[in-house]
């Protein structure tokens, strides 16, 4: 199998000073998040609203690809162009989220596993013909006692890679999303010993699956102390934390690592991505893939106004420009 225009295809999303934007949240995710700027969740209200984001002016210097929800891959802007045309005709990839959501895990209190490979080879050729160029699977993986256990990570390792390989063959460049979540009381250390045995797993199907590690980009969490453990956020500690799993556990041939913002506020991801990037070059490009951590801004200025959009897209506007230099190190509040 030729993956060398998907590899491609990775290293533009990862391109210097660029990150992607997660617009992919679920019908149930996205009405929970318009609830709480007070604003009804309708198909032409969340239509409006992915507009004004993938409309945004001058968002292209510092957004790669955009990965959207199936719902959103269908839809088009009031002119009529198709949301992956439009984000296509300003030089942005559009992307697609693949994956089913999490269900509880049978046998492992606690845990989950995501679904949605049945039908998935039929749903990626049609995906590639509605536009999308790369595709996203999320695994979760929870910290607390014993979790995350061995077969917990296993189970989403495995399913991850036979998502990868799938992708491939139907011309999808995949991201591999195997998120530790920050939640919980753990400290940093323990967060770093789960997300490094996540990875290591990760990879080793990843191998047995016969996936091309040149032709996927990894998306990984931050390591970092849990959000009601009461360790305070150092930023040096976490970027030192998250560079040593990722140099033991993630092999060179990958392309570039995007992290996700996990529950962080907006500023404190733009941080921790900076003082990432300050450590010097690393084995991959160290780049973004945020979703609330860009939206959050826009969300509470647009708030469903039309009269708002312009000061919603400055938002976000403000965000990517604050990620682009996170990226090379040189961003100051």
Not at 9 to 32: H, M, N, P, Q, Y
Not at 109 to 125: A, K, Q
Not at 260 to 268: A, D, F, H, K, R
Request: proline share 5%.
């Amino acid at each position: 199998m030729d993956t060398s225009a998907l590899h491609v295809v990775a290293e533009t999303l990862v391109a210097a000073g660029k990150g992607i934007l997660a617009a992919d949240e679920s019908t149930g995710t996205i009405a929970k998040r318009l609830a709480e700027v007070e604003v009804e969740s309708t198909p032409d209200i969340r239509r409006a609203y992915r507009e004004l984001l993938f409309s945004a002016p001058a968002i292209d210097a510092a957004i790669s690809g955009v990965i959207l929800y199936d719902e959103t891959l269908r839809q088009s802007a009031a002119d009529g162009t198709a949301f992956p045309r439009l984000l296509d005709r300003r030089g942005i990839i559009p992307g697609i989220k693949v994956d089913a959501g999490t269900v509880a895990l049978a046998g492992f209190p606690g845990e989950t596993i995501t679904e949605g490979l049945d039908g998935l080879r039929r749903r990626l050729e049609e995906y590639r013909t509605l536009g999308a160029r790369f595709a996203k699977w999320r695994a979760v993986l929870t910290v607390g006692g014993e979790r995350p256990t061995a077969g917990a990570i296993a189970a989403n390792a495995h399913a991850l890679a036979r998502y990868a390989a799938l992708c491939q063959e139907a011309g999808l460049l995949p991201i591999v999303e195997p998120e530790v979540l920050m939640d919980g009381g753990h400290d940093l250390a323990r967060h770093g010993e789960a997300t490094a045995a996540t990875l290591r797993a990760v990879f080793a199907h990843l191998r047995e699956q016969r996936v091309a590690l040149e032709a996927i980009l990894l998306k990984a969490n931050m390591v970092l102390p849990g959000s009601t453990s009461g360790q305070a956020d150092d930023v040096d500690a976490v970027a030192d934390a998250t560079l040593s799993c990722l140099r033991r556990e993630v092999p060179a041939a990958v392309p570039g690592i995007v992290f996700l913002s996990g529950g962080q506020s907006p500023e404190q991801a733009t941080r921790h991505l900076d003082a990432l990037n300050r450590r010097g070059p690393q084995p991959w490009p160290l780049s973004f893939s945020f979703g609330r951590a860009l939206q959050e801004p826009v969300l509470t200025a647009w708030r469903g106004n039309r009269s708002n959009a312009p000061i919603a897209q400055q938002r976000l506007l403000e965000r990517v420009r604050a990620n682009r230099a996170a990226r090379s190190g040189t961003w100051t509040r």
